[in-house]
């Protein structure tokens, strides 16, 4: 018998509360207006939006944090394909603003608007510690990257560089346009499948199962994404879509060929290719752990 029935499960699939929802929204807002209200960066080309499982509706937990993208506009950084060079796409000389200026930028705005004593400036991002009024927000600043094509077109992403000196590149916004397509092909089961995939995870720690720190919230939301939508529309339980969609990621990571070619959610990068984060291999035991975990 199953550890969980369904009425748990379906239970899973709901997102926070409306009092959650609505400190969530308090953080966004409150950025936004650090950035405008800075002598600063009220004067740069920016944009500011929300990403990661706030923005894209997959959030589980009434503690978790929200990521906030304040990208710079007014420039960007690029990748050129192999024996392209600056003159063939027509760039111009680099901005003499630098993405290291504008993290710093940020982080003094972000202090003058929550105080020091609630912000701290970490590798990737800066956070803002929660209070009753709002949970913990991470800051992440970018700037525009294009990934030039031969033909001349480009793919626009996010940039950022951590202090520690790596470069990071993203595509946040196709994630979120993409999750949206996919859950409208399924009926609107695929974000609340990838609920019951990060409780799961979540349940199997409370519980005393290992899990590896390789298995994060963003890396199950990408293996939802390439589960067929035949499975979301063809079974009319959670009991059944967990169950058929695990044993589809797991015969699928089990053999090198039939998962290399899958990409993250917004489909611009691979995700197991080059990746260091994590393994066909950490995936495979998970989902191995999670079946013998829920009973089946």
Known sequence: ?????????????????????TKLSNAE???REAINEDPVLSTKSTEVFGQGSYANN??????????INVRYTGGFYF??????????????????YSLEEFKNDIYAAVVRKFDADSVRRKNKCITVLSNSYRVEIDVVPTWNYRRYKGSGGYVL?????ADSGEDVVNYP??????????????????????RIYRKLRYKMIEDGFPVSNSI????????????????????????????????????????????????????????????????????????????NYLGY
């Open 1 to 21: 018998m199953p550890r969980f029935s369904e009425d748990t499960l379906a239970n899973w699939t709901k997102p926070p509360s409306e009092t959650e929802e």
């Open 79 to 96: 990748d050129l394909p192999k024996g392209k060079s600056r003159e063939d796409f027509d760039l111009n000389s680099p901005s003499k």
């Open 157 to 161: 992403g996010a940039k950022l560089k």
């Open 29 to 31: 807002r409150m950025v």
């Open 216 to 291: 994060t919230s963003f890396l199950l939301e990408c293996l939802v994404w390439n589960v067929p939508n035949s499975i979301f529309n063809a079974n009319g339980t959670w009991q059944d879509r967990l169950k058929e969609s695990i044993v589809h990621l797991y015969e699928h990571t089990e053999d090198e060929d039939k998962c290399d070619e899958w990409g993250e959610v917004s489909e611009h990068l691979y995700l197991f290719r080059g990746n260091p984060k994590w393994t066909k291999s950490d995936v495979n035991k998970f989902l191995v752990d999670a079946w």
């Open 58 to 67: 997959t959030n589980v937990r009434l503690n978790s944090d929200i990521d």
């Open 173 to 194: 916004k196709q994630h979120m346009e993409n999750g949206k397509q996919k859950n409208s092909e399924t009926s609107r089961t695929f974000k609340r499948l990838t």
